[in-house]
């Protein structure tokens, strides 16, 4: 991939102030790769059976959302590429390496689809796609999104606020957190025939972080639905914390008293906490989390407290011990 070459290089040289890919990987998923890519291997040859293989979409195939309404969330910073945020991500669902979810997730079916409300709330029930997100207007959010694995990129989401969602289903008092949970289907997602983590992927917020202005559901992205990859078709975008809190392909919001048992807290609780707040003052137990590595640029720039927002978010966080909860 000619946009990613740059970085690819530099994986390559392995200079001492490079990250290098297999310091920022759990032991765990750095040999199930080998398998996984046996298995995808057997199915792209039609040896295992597996869902048909649909190649990546490009930014014009794919259906334009309208209207979108501009907003002021823009850092202003230089957008990735299309290119860039669709070819270069995670979705463990879909294999363990950058470049597997654009190979594998374009042939997930997304309609139909539902979603499923559930737990401390008056308004429950299963909703289609098309009803779920019906009432909110869409608007474009350029936000920064950084990864644990100290990568960062800017993306511009197409969403509406998850607060107005889950205004609608009005929770009730007990309602402390919000958990997501993405789609499970072995058959179509061959790294949940893997047991890498425990699937379904789950996450959660706490409900005053839901209800934060900035946290949205996003269903597209560069004015066009969302790519397989990225999720498709509705996925949560939480700008101010590490990437593996935006959970993809949902399925299921439910509300609860207690504390989710999120996937990677759970897969690690030691270096993988609830909040996962970007902190570039609490490091990774194996990696530095001081600074990032933008996609498409050379130099590594100095990591943001909660990635920049704290003007938004910081005040849900007061009086935490940000050590603690990490
Ligand atoms: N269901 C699911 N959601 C997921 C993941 C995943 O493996 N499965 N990976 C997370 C991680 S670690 C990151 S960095 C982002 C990457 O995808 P994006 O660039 O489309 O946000 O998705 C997050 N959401
Ligand atoms: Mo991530």
């Not at 994986?11 to 750095?30: F, H, P």
């Not at 042939?107 to 559930?118: A, T």
């Amino acid at each position: 991939m000619a946009t990613l070459k740059g970085l690819s290089m530099h994986i390559k040289s392995g200079r001492a102030w490079q990250l290098r890919e297999s310091e920022v990987t759990d032991e765990s998923v750095y040999r199930a790769r080998r398998e996984f890519i046996k298995t995808a291997g057997l199915v792209a040859a039609g040896v295992l059976v597996g869902p048909r293989l649909a190649a990546a979409k490009t930014l014009a195939e794919l259906r334009k959302l309208k209207p979108i309404e501009q907003t002021k969330y823009n850092p202003g910073e230089k957008l990735n590429t299309y290119e860039q945020i669709t070819s270069y991500n995670n979705y463990y669902e879909f294999g363990f390496e950058k470049s597997d979810p654009a190979r594998l997730a374009p042939s997930l079916r997304v309609s139909p689809w539902s979603v499923r409300v559930s737990g401390e709330a008056e308004v429950t029930g299963t909703y289609s796609l098309e009803d779920l997100i019906r009432p909110y207007p869409l608007e474009e959010r350029i936000y920064r999104h950084r990864c644990v694995e100290a990568w960062s990129m800017v993306i511009p989401w197409v969403g509406f606020p998850l607060s107005a969602l889950i205004k609608r289903f009005k929770p009730t008092s007990r309602a402390k957190f919000v958990e997501f949970t993405t789609l499970y289907d072995p058959a179509q997602m061959p790294g949940q025939r893997t047991d890498v983590l425990a699937w379904p992927y789950v996450e959660g917020l706490r409900m005053d972080e839901a209800m934060n202005e900035l946290a949205i559901i996003a269903v597209g992205l560069y004015g066009k639905e969302l790519p397989g990859q990225d999720g498709a078709p509705i996925r949560l975008v939480v700008p101010w914390k590490y990437g593996f809190k935006s959970i993809k392909s949902i399925v299921r919001i439910h509300f609860r008293e207690t504390m989710p048992a999120t996937t990677w807290a759970k897969a690690a609780p030691t270096e993988y906490g609830f909040y996962a707040n970007v902190n570039p003052h609490v490091d990774h137990p194996r990696w530095s989390q001081a600074r990032e590595r933008r996609i498409g640029e050379f130099f590594k720039r100095p990591t943001l407290m909660f990635n920049g927002y704290g003007e938004y978010v910081a005040a849900l966080y007061k009086g935490m011990d940000l050590r603690k909860y990490f």
